[in-house]
C-alpha cells in the first residue's frame, strides 16, 4: 500500500501541491484526476521520487525518501507524459532498458524472452524490430508501457498513458493496466483526462485543484456531476446506457 | 500470439557490430603501419613490420620507427581515440550533435592555459615541457567545471549546458586573443603553432599517460553504457527507468575533462575529430552504447591517423599541424553528414 501524508511540493518559489494526503492499494488502479495545472504530474513525479517533498510517503510500510529527488524509487515504474524521442533504438532495445539495472555486457536469453513476452502482452510483437524515430506517438507510449512493466514494478505511476492514443489503443493500454494491476497485486496511480476512461478502469479517484486534494474515494463516488462540474468549470451530465454504465458528459456536447 | 515465434533483433544485431568493430580495428593496425611506414624516407611495411617485431631490422630502420615515428603514430591513435570518446559522451549527455569538447570550449579553455603558460614563460617555476600540459589539463577542467556549474545553476537541463559552453568557448577564445595580443612575437609564434595541432610533440612518457587516462576513463564509461543507452531516448525517459540523470551527466563531464585535457595537452587543439567520429560509429553501429563507445573511440584513432597519414602524403618531409589537415577533412565531411540527414535528426 501507498500512503502519502501531507505532501507539500515548490518549484522555486512557486508552492505546487499543498497538504495532499491519500492511500492507494494494491490491486487497485487509483486515478488521479484534475484541470490542466492542477498538480497532476507534480503529484504523480513526487510519488516516483523525482521531484524533493516536504511531507511523509510509505511504501509497504517503508519510508521513501523525499527531500533530495531525481532518483526513482527502486520499487516504482513510472511512465512519463512526454514520448517524444529521436532515439534509433529498436523496439526491441528499447523495451529491454527496462531491465536496466539487471543488464550486463550480454543480454541473457531470460532477458530477452521477458521482453518478448511483453511485447506480445502488449500486441507490440509485429514493431519488434522498428525503430524508435519511425513509430506514431500512440505506438511509441505503448512500447514505453512495455519498457515499465518489464520493470515488475509494485507501484505502477503512470502520467497520462492514453492520450496520444486512439480509441482502440486506449481500450487496450486501459485493460492491460487493469489486468496487470490485479494480476500482479501492483499499487497503480494513473493520470487520466478522460473522465469516461476513469470511470471504466478506476477503482478508486483522486480530485486535485490547485495543488490540493478535493476528494478521494471509490470512483462511483468522486466521479459525479456535483463534484465536478465545479472543478472543471464545466456543467456535467451524467447518462446510464442500456447496459447499466454510467456514461460522463458535458452538457450541450 | 506466440511469443517464440519473434525476432530477437537485439541479440541477431549484435554480431555484425562486433565484426564491424573488428574491421575498424583491422584498418587502424593498417593504417598505423602505413603511419609509421610514411615520412621524408618512406619504409617498406615488411621492414616496418620487422622492426616493430624485432626480428632483423636495419639499425636506421629501427630508429626511425622506434624513435620518432612510432610515439607519433600512436598519440595519433590514442588522442583520437580519447576525442572520439569525449565527443560521444559530451554528445550523449547533453542531448545535441553539435556537443564536442571543441565546440564547447573545453578545448579552447585547454589552449588558453597552454597559451599562458607560453606567454609568463621564464616566470613560472615550473620547465614548459612540463607547466604547458598541467595547464591544459588544469584549464580543460575548469572550463568543464564551468560547464557543469552553469548548467547546474540553470536546473541541470541539456541546453542549459551547451548554452554554457557555447558563451566558454567566446570566453576562451576572447581572452586567447587577448594573449596573443599582449605576447611577444617569439611567444606568439609559439602559441599559433601550439594551437594549430602538432603530433610531432609526442614521446614515450607522453604517450604513457595518456594510455593511462583512456585505460582509466573508458571502462568507467563502458560500466555506464547501459544508462548512456537509456539517456538517449530523453532525461525524463532514463529517469523513469531509475537512472540519476543528475549524477551521470556530472560523472561524465569529468571524464570529459580528463580525456579532452589528456589529448590537448600534448598535442593540442584539434577539432572535428571529436563531432565526427561519434557520428560515424553512430551510423555504422547504431545507438547501443556499449558498442558505441569501443566504436568512436576507434572511428577516433582511424580519423587522426589518416588525417596524419593525410598530412604527410600531401606534403612529405614538411610538418603539416595535424589540427589544420582534420579541419580541412572535418569540414567537407561534416556538410556531407548534415545534408545526408533526415529532417529532424538534428
Redo the contacts between chains.
Sequence with gaps: MLQAQQLNVSLGRQAILHDVSFEARPGEVTALLGPNGSGKTTLLKTL?G?LPARGQLQWQGQALPLQRG???H?AC????Q?C???????V???V???Q??A?G?R?SAEQ??A???Q??AL?L?AL??RR?CELSGGQRQMV?LA??LL?QPGLLLLDEPISALDLQHQVQVMRSVREQTQARQLTCVVVLHDLNAALAYADRVLLLQHGRLLAAGPARDILTPTLLAPVFGVAIHQAHTASGHSVLCPHGG | ????S??????R?LAPALAMLLLMAGMLLLSLLLDVASGPSMLPLREVVAALSGSGAERGSDVIVWQIRLPVALMALLVGAALGLSGLVMQTVLHNPLASSYTLGVSAGAGFGAALVIVLGSALPLPETVAIPLAAFLFAGIACSAVLGIGRAKGGQADSYVLGGIALLFLFQALLSLLQYLASPEALQAIVFWLFGSLYKASWPKLGLVAAVLALCLPLLLRDA??F??L???D??A?????????LRWRALAIVSLLTGAAVAFVGTIGFVGLIAPHIA?FLL???Q?LLLPGAALCGALLLSLSSLLGKWLSPGALIPIGIVTAAVGVPFFLLLVMRSKP??W
Design positions: 516516483a523525482l531525481g532518483q526513482l527502486a515504474g513510472y511512465l512519463p512526454d517524444s524521442t529521436r532515439s534509433r533504438l529498436s526491441t532495445e528499447a529491454l532498458l527496462g536496466l539495472g543488464l555486457w543480454v530477452r524472452a521482453v518478448q513476452q511485447l506480445a500486441g510483437g519488434a524490430e524508435l514505453f519498457q515499465v520493470r | 500470439m506466440s511469443t517464440l519473434l525476432p530477437l533483433p537485439a541479440a544485431r547501459w544508462r543507452t537509456a538517449g531516448l530523453s525524463e525517459r529517469q523513469s527507468l531509475g537512472v540519476n540523470v543528475t549524477a553512430r547504431g545507438e547501443d556499449r529532424g535528426a
